[in-house]
C-alpha cells in the first residue's frame, strides 16, 4: 500500500478549512499537542502540519489565483528518514506513511533540513519535530464508520478539493483520477518521489478584457470645459 | 540558513582540534624541526581533546531536547550527523591512548600505530562533518563535493596553525611547520575561493514553477497564508545581501589566510615569533569562524520557493 492525498488544484478555494481541521485532530492526537505561541498576541505562530498558500500565476488579463495547500508528501524516497540520526523519523513499510517517534526524537532541525517541502516543524515546547501523520489514528480506526475512516483534511474540505486512497492500486479512485487528469509531483527533479499528487489547473478560454468606450465629441468638450473650470 | 551560534563554534572548535591532533602525530612521527618533548606533546594533544569535547557539548545546545542525544549514534547506516558521533566517539580512547602511550613511552610500534589510526579518524569525523551538509539535496550551495573539502581545508588550516604557536614556544626549528602551514593554507584559500566562484551560480536548481508545478506561466507568491513568522521562516529565511556577504568574503581571505600568511613569513624571519604565530593562529580561527557563518548565511532552502523566492 502506499497512501496519500491527491488535491484539486483547480478546485481549491483557499478557504484553510483543511488546515484547521488538521490542527483539530491532531493537537489532541498520536502526535499532539500542537503548540501555540502567542495565540492572542501581536505576532501569533504555532506549529501546523497542513499550510496553505496563494499564488498568482500568469499576468493580468490572463492571470489566475491559485491556491495551494500543502502538507508531508509521505516521499518514497524521503530523505528526512534518511538523515535522522536517532531513528525517531521512520516509513512504515506497509503503507507508506512517514512518521516520527517523539520518544526518539532529539530535535536536531537535521530532517526539517532534507524536506524540500516545508512539511516538518519543531515544536518549541516539546522539542520534538511534528509532521503530517496522514491522520493514521484515524483512518485505521474501526469505532469510525467506514466512509470516516479518512484524513480529517479530506472529510471537510467543503470544496472536495482533497482525495484519500491507496497509489499502489491502479483502480483507485485516487490512481485513476491521477490518470485522468495529469496529477503531477512537486519538485520532481528533487527524486524524493512524492506519493501526493497535484491536479493540474484546467485550462479555460481566456476572458476577453473589453476597453472602455470613448466617449463621442460631447463628452469630449464636457472633460475639456471640466478641466479648465476648477470647481 | 539561519547561522546558529552554537553550531559555528562547534564546526570551528571541533575541527581545529582534530586538525591539530592530526598534525601533533605527524610533528611527532618525523620529529619535525627536532621534535617536541613528551610533555609538550601531552599538553598539545589535551589541547586538541578540549576543542574537540567543548564543540562537541556546544553542538548539544543546539538540540532542543537534549535528552535523546544519546540516540544519535543509532543510525550509522544512513546518517552522515549519526556516522559523525560514531566516529568521534571512536576516536576519543584512541587518542587517550596516543597521548598515554607518549607519555608513558610505549614501545614505538604501538604508538605509531595508534597515532596513524587516531589521525585517520580525526580525518573521517572532519569529513563527516562536512557530509552532514554535503549530502542535502535542498540546499544546493552545500550539495557539493567542495564542502567536506573545505571543511577538512580549514580544520588542518587552524590546527597547522595551533601546532605553529606550539613549536615556536617549545623554541623548534620552525621552518618545517611554516611549510605545512603555508602549504594548507594555500590548498584551504584556493579551495574556498573554487567554491565562492562556483555558489555564484551552482548549476540548476529549482524554481518556483518546478515547485509549484505551474509551469506554462510565470508565477508569484500572493500570501503565504500566516501573519507572523513560522518554524519554517526563521529556519529558513535567513537572508544575506549580496554586498554584504562581497564583504564577509574579503574579511575571509584578509583574516583566515592573509594575515596568517602574512604572521608566517614574520615568523620566519624571527621578529618576535611568539606574537607573530599567536596572532597567526587567532586570525586563522576567526577567519574559519566567520567562514562558517558565511557558509550558512548564504546557503538557500529550497523551501524559499514556497515563499516567494524564484529561485535557489
Ligand atoms: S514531504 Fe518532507 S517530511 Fe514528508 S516524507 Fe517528504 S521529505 Fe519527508
Ligand atoms: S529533529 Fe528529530 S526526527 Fe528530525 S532528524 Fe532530528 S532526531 Fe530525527
Known amino acids: 500500500m502506499r497512501l496519500g492525498l491527491v488535491i484539486d488544484l483547480d478546485v481549491c478555494v483557499g478557504c484553510h478549512a483543511c488546515a484547521i481541521a488538521c490542527k483539530e485532530w491532531n493537537a489532541s492526537g498520536t502526535i499532539g499537542p500542537l503548540s501555540d505561541y502567542q495565540p492572542y498576541g501581536a505576532e501569533p505562530s504555532g506549529v501546523w502540519f497542513n499550510r496553505i498558500r496563494h499564488y498568482e500565476m500568469d499576468e493580468y488579463p490572463n492571470n489566475k489565483t491559485v491556491n495551494f495547500p500543502m502538507s508531508c508528501m509521505h516521499c518514497e524516497d524521503a530523505d528526512c528518514v534518511t538523515v535522522c540520526p536517532t531513528g525517531a523519523s521512520y516509513k512504515r513499510a506497509e503503507d507508506g506513511i512517514v512518521l516520527i517517534d517523539q520518544d526518539k526524537c532529539m530535535g536536531c532541525n537535521y530532517c526539517s533540513w532534507a524536506c524540500p517541502y516545508g ?3 519543531l515544536d518549541r515546547s516539546s522539542g520534538t519535530m511534528k509532521k503530517c501523520t496522514l491522520c493514521v489514528d484515524r483512518i485505521y480506526d474501526e469505532n469510525l464508520p467506514v466512509e470516516e475512516r479518512q484524513p480529517s483534511c479530506v472529510l471537510t474540505c467543503p470544496a472536495h478539493a482533497r482525495m484519500f486512497g491507496d497509489f499502489d492500486d491502479p483502480d483507485s ?3 485513476r483520477v491521477v490518470r485522468e487528469r495529469g496529477g503531477y509531483p512537486l519538485m520532481p527533479e528533487l527524486n524524493y518521489n512524492p506519493t501526493n499528487t497535484y491536479l493540474p489547473i484546467r485550462r479555460k478560454p481566456v476572458i476577453g478584457v473589453e476597453t472602455k468606450p470613448k466617449g463621442g465629441l460631447k463628452e469630449s468638450i464636457k472633460q475639456f ?3 479648465l473650470v476648477r470647481r | 540558513m539561519h547561522p546558529a551560534f552554537s553550531v559555528i563554534f562547534f564546526t570551528v572548535a571541533s575541527g581545529a582540534g582534530f586538525g591539530l591532533i592530526s598534525l601533533l602525530f605527524i610533528a611527532d612521527s618525523f620529529k619535525l624541526g627536532g621534535g617536541f618533548s613528551r610533555e609538550e606533546l601531552t599538553i598539545g594533544g589535551l589541547i586538541a581533546l578540549g576543542l574537540i569535547v567543548f564543540g562537541l557539548l556546544s553542538s548539544t545546545f543546539h538540540l532542543a531536547n537534549p535528552k535523546n542525544a544519546w540516540r544519535a549514534v543509532t543510525r550509522f547506516r544512513t546518517s552522515w550527523l549519526s556516522r559523525e558521533g560514531v566516529f568521534a566517539i571512536a576516536f576519543m580512547p584512541l587518542a587517550l591512548v596516543y597521548l598515554a602511550s607518549i607519555w608513558f613511552d610505549a614501545p614505538l610500534w604501538l604508538r605509531e600505530t595508534v597515532g596513524f589510526l587516531t589521525a585517520v579518524l580525526a580525518w573521517i569525523t572532519v ?5 552532514i551538509y554535503a549530502c542535502l539535496k535542498t540546499i544546493r550551495q552545500w550539495n557539493t563535493p567542495l564542502v567536506p573539502a573545505n571543511y577538512l581545508a580549514l580544520g588542518y588550516a587552524s590546527g597547522s596553525l595551533l601546532l605553529l604557536l606550539g613549536a615556536v614556544r617549545a623554541g623548534l626549528d620552525t621552518t618545517p611547520y611554516i611549510a605545512m602551514s603555508a602549504l594548507i593554507i594555500s590548498i584551504a584559500a584556493v579551495l574556498k575561493a573554487i567554491y565562492y566562484f562556483w555558489i555564484r551560480s551552482p548549476g540548476l536548481t529549482p524554481t518556483i514553477n518546478t515547485a509549484t508545478g505551474l509551469t506554462r506561466a510565470k508565477v508569484k507568491l500572493l ?5 507572523h513568522g513560522t518554524f519554517l521562516t526563521q529556519e529558513f529565511g535567513f537572508k544575506l545581501a549580496r554586498q554584504k556577504a562581497g564583504l564577509l568574503k574579503v574579511v575571509v581571505f584578509a583574516l583566515g589566510f592573509g594575515l596568517p600568511g602574512v604572521m608566517l613569513v614574520w615568523v620566519f624571519e624571527q621578529q618576535g615569533g611568539l606574537a607573530a604565530a599567536a596572532v597567526a593562529a587567532m586570525a ?10 558565511l557558509f550558512f548565511a548564504e ?4 523551501v524559499n520557493l514556497y515563499h516567494g523566492a524564484q529561485r535557489c
Open chain 2, 127 to 131: 569529513f563527516s562533518t562536512g557530509m
Open chain 2, 284 to 293: 586563522g580561527i576567526a577567519g574559519a569562524a566567520v567562514e562558517r557563518w
Open chain 1, 225 to 227: 470645459a471640466n478641466r
Open chain 2, 299 to 302: 546557503a538557500r532552502h529550497v
Open chain 1, 173 to 175: 479512485a485516487v490512481s
Open chain 1, 119 to 121: 512539511a516538518r516543524e
Open chain 2, 223 to 227: 500570501d503565504t497564508g500566516h501573519t
